[in-house]
């Protein structure tokens, strides 16, 4: 199993940015795949998550309204939408492969790092 999340940078506050998790070795449709964040200085944090099927999405509460995550299973990736960038959105993404759905990782990628600052 492999994760490999892309799209981070350096942004200004306001600005839109898309992050990218691309997936091999295992069925991509079969797993709820969410994304869990680090902040400087702060514990893991889950974001958001979404269903195999694409059917049912999940965020945790202040992100809603401003991150989109959708998927596509014929190229195996999902993909997290960020607009209206916060300085309080620097953080190290992680996509990660939940194997219950209840938030049991099996497999995590390496990260991307975004960092809003103006």
């Known amino acids: 199993v492999q994760l490999v999340e892309s799209g981070g940078g350096l942004v200004q506050p306001g600005g839109s940015l898309r992050l990218s998790c691309a997936a091999s070795?295992?069925?991509?449709?079969?797993?709820?795949m969410s994304w869990v964040r680090q902040a400087p200085g702060k514990g893991l944090e889950w974001v958001s998550d979404?269903?195999?099927?694409?059917?049912?999405?999940n965020y945790v509460d202040f992100v809603k309204g401003r991150f989109t995550i959708s998927r596509d299973n014929d190229k195996s990736t999902r993909y997290m939408q960020i607009d209206s960038r916060r300085t309080e959105d620097t953080a190290l993404c992680y996509c990660a492969r939940d194997v219950t759905g209840w938030g049991e990782y099996a497999d995590w990628g390496q990260g991307t790092q975004v960092t809003v600052s103006s």
């Open positions: 979404m269903a195999g099927d694409g059917g049912r999405t």
């Open positions: 070795g295992f069925t991509f449709s079969s797993y709820y």
